[in-house]
């Protein structure tokens, strides 16, 4: 009770005062590249609701997220905490529910707000030992919305296969409908009954889309018809990558870029445009319900994609294509000034927690990592990140980095350094060089900005070491990611531990080739 009140006080001191709380709506893609946006002319693709919020909104340039792959930015983005402090990532752990509890979704709800999501959850939840939470995770993640319609997991384009999705199924029943065209109706349906409730609402809707597999909707599949698309400035360069970086999932993920470009790219947009207009039946729902005015929404993916840019596919790396999302906030109670304004601040998915707290007038219940983006879109502030922390701890160990993003340069350091490889570092200009395809590391003229962008990262540690949580994995990277440290100088136990990746696989054969054995002999 005492945090609801001292948030209401809080709401004319907050990003913009107004008599009335707005709505807020948060939409999330899964795996879209920065560029996939039409009105940038890069590529030949079709956005024209994104362009829209573009238009009337903003558009932050550099939105990192600071770890590339979905189930660790989706518990960043909830949270305001980077990974090391989440503990959330595929074969690390699950996201401690102390730390859910301070969840933008958690918070808000406690603070007044009708509360929704629908789609890709995306993470799962342990108590803060690592352990199964009493009651079922599942159960108390629904539970934790006043409406839910979504799923856990990786999920499938058949929104019927959705078994968690009970928002849906109680409406639609079984009826087998296109995930991503599901998701625009169960928008509409939350908006129905948010303003049915008659309190300010927090929908968020994480799509699926264009993950693979790239399972198009029908309605949209003659919209690329013998288009030709733009390649990168990078594309296929593989020759300039660390031998880590070649090793890694991102390498066997390529080949189907590399092979057939025009045909992946075709059936990738035509996923995102399905997503487009998902969202454009969002936005009309708000204009029918008189909600349009007084409702923000903001935009996102939880990684980047690299889509044959070094010959890569998939996301993780640091590289510019992996780590960057689109980032958009439309506020309708504020004209910025311009059409297309754009923000070049370093920002990241951490962000977007605090953002939407203090849009939402409610204050943080715990510190985090985050900073709110409404001070750089009322002009308050150019930056409020001098530098932004880029994880890649998951997958084979070769291939796993860690790096750090500032106004104008970036910093790779790939620390692993068993076998074949030598540990490797990488350093862009990223204004001179936005592909990334000039790493300057070795060349004595950039030595002063090397040894400023090492001293970054080596702070970046200094916080993981005092931050880390205790049971997911995450101390022995203080050491192993120490570029001071001679990566031999870790021993044999602690560089196997690094091989998540590779035991998954390992266990997974062994799992199939048991139960094989179990059929075959209950056969013989």
């Not at 909600?291 to 840019?309: A, R, V």
């Not at 990241?348 to 409404?374: E, Q, R």
């Amino acid at each position: 009770m005492k945090k609801f009140l001292t948030s209401l006080l809080l709401i004319c001191s907050s990003a913009f005062c107004s008599s009335e709380r707005p709505n807020i709506i948060f939409l999330l893609a899964d795996d879209m590249r920065w560029d996939s946006l039409g009105h940038l002319d890069i590529f030949e693709v079709k956005t024209p609701t994104l362009d829209k919020l573009a238009e009337k909104g903003v558009r932050f340039t550099r939105n990192y997220n600071t770890t590339a792959i979905c189930m660790a930015s989706r518990a960043q983005i909830m949270t305001g905490l980077y990974e090391f402090s989440t503990g959330s990532n595929f074969l690390h752990g699950n996201l401690a529910w102390q730390k859910w509890e301070n969840s933008y979704p958690m918070m808000l709800r406690e603070n007044g707000y009708y509360t929704g999501f629908a789609g890709k959850f995306g993470f799962h939840l342990n108590d803060e030992e690592g352990k199964a939470l009493k009651g079922g995770a599942t159960e108390r993640v629904i539970n934790s919305f006043d409406w839910w319609s979504g799923w856990m997991g990786q999920g499938s384009y058949q929104m019927n296969e959705n078994r968690e999705a009970r928002e849906y199924k109680s409406v639609y029943g079984d009826k087998a409908e296109h995930t991503t065209y599901a998701l625009g109706l169960m928008g509409r349906d939350f908006i129905k009954k948010a303003k049915a409730s008659g309190k300010p609402f927090c929908l968020s809707i994480s799509f699926k889309a264009p993950h693979t597999p790239l399972a198009t909707d029908p309605r949209y599949d003659a919209l690329y018809e013998g288009v030709k698309f733009t390649k990168p400035a990078d594309f296929n360069e593989v020759d300039s990558l660390p031998e880590q970086a070649k090793s890694g999932r991102p390498m066997s993920k390529g080949k189907s870029w590399i092979k057939s470009y025009d045909d992946t790219m075709k059936k990738y947009h035509t996923m995102i445009y399905g997503m487009d207009k998902a969202i454009a039946m969002i936005m009309e729902e708000l204009k029918e319900q008189a909600l349009d005015h007084n409702t923000i929404i903001i935009f996102t993916s939880d990684n980047g994609h690299h889509n044959g840019s070094k010959g890569l596919g998939g996301k993780l790396y640091a590289y510019e294509v992996g780590s960057l999302a689109p980032a958009i906030i439309y506020d309708p109670r504020h004209d910025t000034g311009t059409q297309f304004k754009t923000i070049d601040a370093l920002s990241g998915n951490i962000d977007f927690h605090p953002t939407i707290l203090d849009y939402a007038g409610v204050a943080k219940a715990a510190p985090n990592h985050g900073k709110s983006l409404a001070s750089l879109i009322k002009g308050e502030t150019d930056r409020i990140h001098d530098a932004i922390l880029l994880i890649n701890v998951w997958g084979i160990a070769s291939a796993q980095s860690l790096g750090v993003v500032t106004d104008d340069y970036k910093y790779i350091n790939w620390f692993y350094g068993a076998g074949d490889f030598t540990p490797t570092e990488e350093l862009f200009n990223l204004t001179k060089d936005q592909f990334e395809q000039n790493t300057l590391a070795a060349n004595p003229e950039a030595k002063p900005q090397l040894e400023e962008m090492r001293k970054i990262y080596d702070k970046f540690l200094e916080q993981w070491k005092k931050e880390h949580v205790k049971n997911a994995g995450y101390g022995k990277y203080v050491q192993l990611a120490d570029r001071t440290i001679p990566f031999s100088q870790n021993s044999k136990e602690v560089i196997a531990s690094m091989y998540t990746y590779d035991k998954a696989g390992k266990n997974k054969k062994d799992k199939k080739a048991k139960k094989d054995k179990k059929a075959a002999d209950k056969k013989g």
